[in-house]
C-alpha cells in the first residue's frame, strides 16, 4: 500500500521489520507530547520490541502504516534515503465487527515535530480511508488527549467529531481501588445532573 498527499512529497507505505527504529523513534516521541512517559515507560529490550513489532505487523487485525519522504531510489521501489516522518497504527474495533458496522481505530497517530503542517498527517489519514474502504468500515475512529489541542483542531478540520473521553489507570492502582470499594471505603459518585437537580430543589424550598 502506498500514497501520495497532493500537497507534499510525503508518502505513505506499510511499514516493514526493518522500519523498528525509526517506529520506536515516533512512538517515544508520541509519548513525550502526550505526557505519557511515567505511565508508559517502553523500557523493553530491542529484541522484545522486535517480536512485538513483528507480531503487530502479521496480526490481520490491523495495518502499521509510515509516512515518509522518499529517498532518492523511491522510483525503484527502495527505500534507501527515506526520512520517516510519520506513523499511524489502524486497527479494525471487534465490537463493530460483531455488530456488522465497522469501524477502523487510529490507535497511534504521530507526526514528527519538525515536519508539522506539511500534509503528513493527511497522509496517514488518507491510509486510513484506504484501509476503512478495503473492510467495508463506514466509520474511522481516531484518539487525542485532552491537552493535545493541536491534534484535536487538526482531527476536528478533518470531520472527526467529539466520541468519548478514554482514561488510563496502572493495573495494580485499579486492584488497590477495587479492593477499598469492597470494604465500602470508595463510594459511587452521584451523576452530575441528578446533583444539579438537588440543588436546584434545595434552592426552591429555601427562597
Known sequence: MSGTG??????????????????????????????????????????????GFCRLLGDPGHRV???????????????????????????????????GNPQVTVDTFVVHREHRRRGVGAVLLGAAAVYAQEHGAAHVVAAAGGHEAERQRFLARMGFAPLATRRIVAVDSLVRSLATWQRGGVPLPAPRRAAARRRTVARSLTA
Open 6 to 51: 497532493s500537497r507534499s512529497r510525503v508518502v505513505s507505505r506499510t511499514a516493514r521489520a526493518a522500519d523498528l527504529s525509526a517506529v520506536l523513534a515516533l512512538v517515544r516521541q508520541h509519548r513525550a507530547d502526550s505526557h505519557a512517559e511515567d505511565v508508559l515507560t517502553g523500557h523493553v529490550s530491542l529484541n522484545a520490541a522486535a517480536s
Open 65 to 99: 502504516v509510515l509516512a515518509a519522504l522518499p529517498g532518492p531510489h523511491a522510483a525503484a521501489g527502495g527505500a534507501a534515503g527515506e526520512v520517516p516522518v510519520g506513523l499511524a497504527v489502524l486497527g479494525l474495533d471487534p465490537l463493530s465487527l460483531v455488530l
